[in-house]
T-cell receptor
Framework: KAGVTQTPRYLIKTRGQQVTLSCSPISGHRSVSWYQQTPGQGLQFLFEYFSETQRNKGNFPGRFSGRQFSNSRSEMNVSTLELGDSALYLC??????????????FGPGTRLLVL | GNSVTQMEGPVTLSEEAFLTINCTYTATGYPSLFWYVQYPGEGLQLLLKATKADDKGSNKGFEATYRKETTSFHLEKGSVQVSDSAVYFCALSDQVSGAAGNKLTFGGGTRVLVKP
């Protein structure tokens, strides 16, 4: 079974621009979660999508948004980029119906650099 | 809220040495516990997991036991190799405001360097 894939792997943007990241989950997985990883803040939860609906949300500003398509693929969008948005953005997929026993499988990440 | 604390690194070892990475957690309810590993330039790989108290997760020579009485999930490996050099993250599954689904709450990560 193919793993979680993320595109692009690397991005360079300038302040004020917007960016869209893409994630394709493992076949059969209906939940996609997004995390931000930075040296200062570590790994932080952004949001989770399940069956095309945002099911959970972390503590990030509204500039961070996402969506999920009927084939479970997900996109994450960051508008009005700030220098502090430079990070590794990780996508994780899971079945979505196992509650606290759910296991999330991560993609390789998209490294975003904001100049 | 729930939280995970793990020992700060870096941890530097010689090949074939014994590795222990301490992880303790604070949680309400009955979370599952995980260890993930991150190699340079890569995403997170699931190393092992445990879903209830006294469960032992194991994989590739690594082990960790879910200890509810001490709220711990320490990672151990009896004989490390250079290829085990990576950053290790302890995590717990966490509900978000009682909603369905869950998120992972991570510790800060422990960098391990194994020298030949």
């Amino acid at each position: 079974k193919a793993g979680v894939t993320q595109t692009p792997r690397y991005l360079i943007k300038t302040r004020g621009q917007q960016v869209t990241l893409s994630c394709s989950p493992i076949s059969g997985h209906r939940s996609v979660s997004w995390y931000q990883q930075t040296p200062g803040q570590g790994l932080q939860f952004l949001f989770e999508y399940f069956s095309e609906t945002q099911r959970n949300k972390g503590n990030f500003p509204g500039r961070f948004s996402g969506r999920q398509f009927s084939n479970s693929r997900s996109e994450m969008n960051v508008s009005t980029l700030e220098l502090g948005d430079s990070a590794l953005y990780l996508c994780a997929s899971s079945l979505g119906d196992r509650g606290l026993q759910e296991t999330q499988y991560f993609g390789p990440g998209t490294r975003l650099l904001v100049l | 809220g729930n939280s995970v604390t793990q020992m700060e690194g870096p941890v530097t070892l010689s090949e074939e040495a014994f590795l222990t990475i301490n992880c303790t957690y604070t949680a309400t309810g009955y979370p599952s516990l995980f260890w993930y590993v991150q190699y340079p330039g890569e995403g997170l790989q699931l190393l092992l997991k445990a879903t209830k108290a006294d469960d032992k997760g194991s994989n590739k020579g690594f082990e960790a036991t879910y200890r509810k009485e001490t709220t711990s999930f320490h990672l151990e490996k009896g004989s490390v190799q250079v290829s085990d050099s990576a950053v290790y993250f302890c995590a717990l599954s966490d509900q978000v405001s009682g909603a369905a689904g869950n998120k992972l709450t991570f510790g800060g990560g422990t960098r391990v360097l194994v020298k030949p």
